[in-house]
């Protein structure tokens, strides 16, 4: 056995790195501060809990979540399993039942001989072999101890997240089971509103009264997480145009195209409970029931979760971490998930296996695994390791960071999943050295 290996944070991205290092022969000792401290975005002692949506996006191939899902599939992702057996209903996405997800994590984590998890707050960065994994809500000593390594205040953003509600509240005689284009299986639920219901919402929305947040101003919110109320500032038809977009959710009791649809996606297996999707929001919680019960189908809505937000920080990576998400000059320290400008639950669990992989072979004496840049894992490594810049924002995986091809492929589907097959076949070339040490 190899280590002891220090991970702090037990989030998607430190899960993942501490499983990842066990797997291949390393003692790990897993620093996690919950349940005995809370961040304002947590509310179960469980690991890799999903704070947002319970969405890890699409599952096809011709879109980049899919291809990094089926890359991380393939190299044997703690996450990706857990995601796979907890799955619910979502059309072409892959979402899960959160609860079910995170205690399916948490299971495998603490029945790992080789992992030793280590309640309370980690106050300083450790010594020796290190993975920072400590998440965009990382703050008191420990932010401080990450300031004085690099020298200058991390940037940050605000992230918000969307009510849930009780489907038993839900008016189902003005709503209606669809997917957009009748494409899969019937599984948002779809509220419609006409012209006048909508544009009464939407002027409410922009007055309605939000929660204080300390220095929250619009332009500080990351784009894909953005407050259903910042985007009715922006316009009129915005919200028409985003998450309430009516386009292929044709009403089946009118045959007639609503002006705009609130969808409802589950957000557990009893599909008891449904998250309002795209519904990121920081208002009052009076004023979330009072606004969103504008929406016929919500008029009497219960909400398990109001919607929240919060402030965010991450590193300026470029200039600061190498290609494996090291510290450059500190080569044993690495750091994992959103805190190095990755955005997304499966960004985070992607730096958190490269970083758990590699730290295993640096540990071993084996040099590191540099992932191609025709990767969607390669592809992310780069991103947070370019050249410095005057501007560096938090990034989904998306198509435009992955190498392009060398050869043109008509029809952007076609390209896509041309990309993708690339990916997959690079992917699997590596597959003895991914799969190497492991015990």
């Not at 019960?293 to 190498?322: C, Q, V, W």
Request: proline residues 6%; charged residues 25%; glycine residues 10%.
């Amino acid at each position: 056995m190899s280590g002891p290996v220090t991970v702090v944070g037990a989030g998607l991205a430190g899960s993942e790195a501490a499983w990842q290092l066990a797997l291949r022969g390393v003692a790990v000792t897993l620093c996690e501060m919950k349940p005995a401290q809370q961040t304002p975005a947590h509310h179960s002692a469980d690991f890799a809990e999903l704070v947002c949506s319970n969405s890890l996006r699409g599952a096809a191939l011709s879109t980049a979540p899919g291809l990094l899902k089926e890359e991380l599939r393939r190299c044997g992702s703690l996450i990706m399993e857990a995601a796979d057996a907890t799955a619910v209903p979502a059309g072409g996405a892959l979402a899960v039942d959160r609860e079910a997800f995170s205690a399916y994590v948490t299971r495998k984590i603490r029945s790992h001989p080789r992992i030793t998890v280590k309640p309370g707050r980690v106050d300083e960065i450790p010594g020796g072999y290190c993975i920072i994994a400590t998440g965009p809500l990382t703050e008191g000593p420990l932010a401080e101890s990450i300031d004085a390594l690099f020298g200058g205040e991390p940037l940050h953003f605000y992230d918000a997240a969307a009510p849930i509600v009780s489907f038993e509240s839900i008016d189902m005689d003005k709503a209606y089971f669809a997917s957009r284009y009748d494409k899969g299986t019937a599984d948002y639920i779809n509220c419609p509103m006409n012209k006048e219901e909508y544009l009464a919402f939407v002027e409410q929305l922009r007055t309605a009264q939000e929660a204080p947040v300390h220095g929250f101003e619009d332009k500080a919110v990351f784009e894909g997480c953005m407050p259903v109320e910042v985007m009715a500032r922006r316009g009129e038809d915005t919200l028409r145009f985003g998450p309430m977009k009516p386009v292929g959710l044709k009403d089946p009791r009118t045959g007639e195209r609503p002006y705009a649809v609130v969808q409802l996606r589950a957000d557990n297996a009893e599909k008891t409970a449904f998250n309002i999707v795209g519904f990121q929001t920081h208002l009052m919680y009076p004023e979330q029931k009072r606004v969103f019960g504008m929406i016929p189908a919500l008029k009497n809505a219960e909400y398990y979760r109001y919607g929240t937000m919060h402030r965010n920080s991450f590193l300026r990576s470029p200039g600061r971490l190498d290609g494996f998400y090291r510290v450059i000059g500190r080569e044993e320290l690495y750091f994992a998930g959103q805190i190095t400008g990755v955005e997304g639950y499966i960004e985070s669990t992607a730096s958190g296996l490269c970083c758990g992989l590699n730290l295993a072979r640096q540990v071993k004496g084996q040099p590191l695994l540099d992932f191609p840049a025709e990767t969607a894992l390669g592809a992310l490594m780069r991103h947070v390791s370019r050249e410095p810049e005057s501007r560096f924002d938090p990034m989904n995986i998306n198509f435009g960071i992955i190498k392009p091809l060398d050869t043109r492929v008509r029809g952007k589907r076609e390209r896509y999943t041309a990309v993708a097959q690339r990916s997959l076949t690079l992917l699997d070339g590596l597959r003895e050295q991914i799969r190497e040490g492991i015990e």
